[in-house]
């Protein structure tokens, strides 16, 4: 049999005349003040608290009218916070009062102690409290976890129910600055709506969906927004103008440098195939070679598998299956069929479908297709000095590829090497071309971030194609008016680049022509959505810890209350 220790606490009055014996209790326990503390008994379950209200009476839960007179007794059991790590129970002696109200429905009343209880709870309010943060941080299982490593036994399903049990708070109008931006409750599927404070930073709303309607009914039942920090999402743009009409719609920053860097990378991939030829793109000869081999190289570049057609002068697959899709995908839209539709009967991916529904001229894809950076580029030179050196079995060099971390099949370096036999000698070895979206990012970044090597091969991208020349110094040009919050000069960029020869910077011009007021203004205030892009990964850390099998309602408790 375990052992038990009683201890007699005597109650406060007599306390304070036994020369404040045990004074501290209250400040120890302040949530028990109410309470005559009885023996306590320390068990191998747990501690033990015998007590009663302090109280003569109690007043009525229905009418209020307090009354003295007892009509029975019973004794509850609450469990509270643990002390020391050992769980807690209170055994409460509870009194059941008359109420001395004749018009009062209620005959008789069960007491309650004030902080302490409530009908029907078997734990104490500040243990329900404690609960329901720990629900807030953790959801159901990790918290229950953490509960019972802190000594309190607790079902997941309980503290779910005490977070969504959690008043939220009341929203009459908006903030001055509000954040908006989407998070996906179902990625590709179901998307939802989370409101920003962009002063605090903190997560004010959340809504269902992303709809127009939606935004704008939120907007209008809540006025107050003077500026309204969005993406370049059209939703939120017209749901701002109906909802908030007199709000300055801010288009964020960092989603403008998003979609410039997009359609660079575009301009890189139509315009990457300026940079091949004997001189490396740092503007420095390509090597030794025999004589009259660099005059060579312009003839052997159309039969190399790089372009749109193979080493025997037949169109590429890859070609000729880009055109038929090409033209099925259009002639089935011609013939009013959905996205859909389309995407079942040729057995493609949707995605795939609207890509090619995008691009009228199929020329654009095949760009793109075609100057795919290929596993063989990097060993190219090596396999040039090779050749140089009289090695011309494919076997061999095939093997010492392998060697040298080449994985691919011999059928590759056999193609490669074909219009060397067929001419009897190879171009001297050059350097291999940068990747696109290692030029890409050469582009978009601060000259002082690149290397002397970087900054001297951007330079000899820059002198062997115009069409990046003039992609950098646009770039360089949004850069310094971004950084430096000059939006007044935007009509004037935007009219540069209409006037170049960029076709995929036209399609970026005219969307911020869309979307002029917005961007203007993004690029004049100093307001963005940072706030909101670090409330959305919040988000996907909340959703994560649920594993994706609460709803809505838990996860914009948990967003909107968790500290």
């Known amino acids: 049999m375990p052992t038990q220790s009683a201890i007699r606490v005597m109650p406060p009055a007599s306390v304070r005349a036994a020369a404040g014996r045990d004074a501290g209790l209250d400040d120890l326990l302040p949530h028990l003040r109410g309470l005559l503390i009885g023996p306590v008994r320390c068990t191998a379950a747990g501690v033990v608290l015998e007590a009663r209200s302090r109280l003569a009476g109690a007043a009525c839960r229905a009418c209020g009218t307090w009354s003295s007179r007892v009509h029975s007794g019973y004794v509850r059991g609450v469990q509270d916070g643990p002390l020391g790590g050992r769980p807690v129970l209170i055994r409460l002696g509870v009194r059941r009062f008359f109420c001395g109200n004749p018009a009062c429905p209620m005959t008789t009343f069960a007491e309650q102690v004030d902080g302490l209880t409530a009908r029907y709870r078997r734990r104490t309010l500040p243990?329900?409290?404690?609960?329901?943060?720990?629900?807030?941080?953790?959801?159901?299982?990790?918290?229950?976890?953490?509960?019972?490593?802190?000594?309190?036994?607790v079902h997941r399903s309980t503290l779910l129910a005490l977070v969504a049990a959690l008043p939220e708070p009341e929203m009459a109008a908006a903030p001055q600055i509000l954040g908006v931006d989407d998070f996906a409750l179902r990625r590709g599927r179901v998307y939802g709506t989370v409101l920003i404070d962009i002063t605090t930073g903190k997560a004010i709303d959340m809504l269902p969906d992303r709809e127009t309607a939606t935004f704008a009914a939120w907007l209008a039942a809540r006025p107050g927004a003077q500026v309204i920090c969005r993406d370049r999402a059209g939703g939120y743009a017209e749901g701002a103008r109906a909802g908030a009409p007199d709000a300055i719609q801010v288009a964020d920053r960092w989603h403008l440098w998003h979609n410039l860097a997009g359609y660079a990378e575009k301009t890189v991939v139509a315009h990457r195939g300026c940079l091949t030829g004997p001189e490396a793109p740092g503007g420095r000869a390509a090597g030794p070679g025999p004589a009259g081999a660099q005059a060579a190289v312009p003839e052997l570049t159309p039969a190399e598998p790089d372009g749109l057609r193979d080493v025997c002068g037949r169109e590429r697959r890859l070609v000729t299956r880009t055109r038929e899709r090409h033209a099925a995908i259009h002639e089935l839209l011609a013939a009013g069929h959905s996205l859909g539709v389309i995407s079942r009967t040729l057995g493609l991916d949707r995605n795939t479908v609207l890509r090619f529904a995008r691009q009228p001229d199929v020329g654009a894809l095949l760009v793109k297709a075609t100057s795919r950076d290929s596993k063989l580029d990097p060993f190219k030179p090596w396999i040039n000095q090779r050749w140089h050196e009289g090695v011309t079995d494919v076997s061999v060099l095939h093997t010492e590829l392998q060697a040298r971390g080449w994985h691919g099949s011999v059928q590759a370096v056999r193609r490669y090497v074909r219009p060397f036999r067929a001419r009897g000698t190879a171009p001297p070895p050059a350097p291999a071309v940068p990747k696109t979206r290692q030029i890409t990012r050469w582009l978009l970044s601060r000259p002082a971030s690149l290397s002397a090597d970087e900054q001297a091969q951007l330079a000899g991208i820059r002198a062997r194609c115009p069409h990046l020349n003039t992609l950098a110094r646009h770039v360089t040009?949004?850069?310094?008016?971004?950084?430096?919050?000059?939006?007044?000069?935007?009509?004037?960029?935007?009219?540069?680049?209409?006037?170049?020869?960029?076709?995929?910077?036209?399609?970026?011009?005219?969307?911020?022509?869309?979307?002029?007021?917005?961007?203007?203004?993004g690029l004049t205030l100093p307001y963005s959505s940072g706030a909101a892009e670090g409330n959305v990964n919040r988000i996907k850390m909340i959703k994560r810890q649920m594993y994706g099998r609460a709803g809505f309602r838990l996860l914009r408790k948990r967003v909107l209350l968790a500290a």
Not at 140 to 153: P, Q, S, Y
Not at 481 to 510: C, I, K, N, R, Y
């Open 127 to 153: 243990l329900l409290a404690l609960l329901a943060q720990v629900g807030l941080a953790l959801a159901g299982r990790a918290g229950a976890r953490l509960a019972a490593a802190l000594g309190i036994g």
């Open 477 to 521: 040009s949004f850069a310094e008016m971004m950084t430096g919050l000059h939006g007044h000069h935007l009509e004037q960029w935007l009219a540069d680049v209409e006037a170049d020869d960029q076709p995929q910077l036209h399609s970026f011009a005219a969307g911020i022509r869309r979307d002029l007021h917005a961007v203007t203004a």
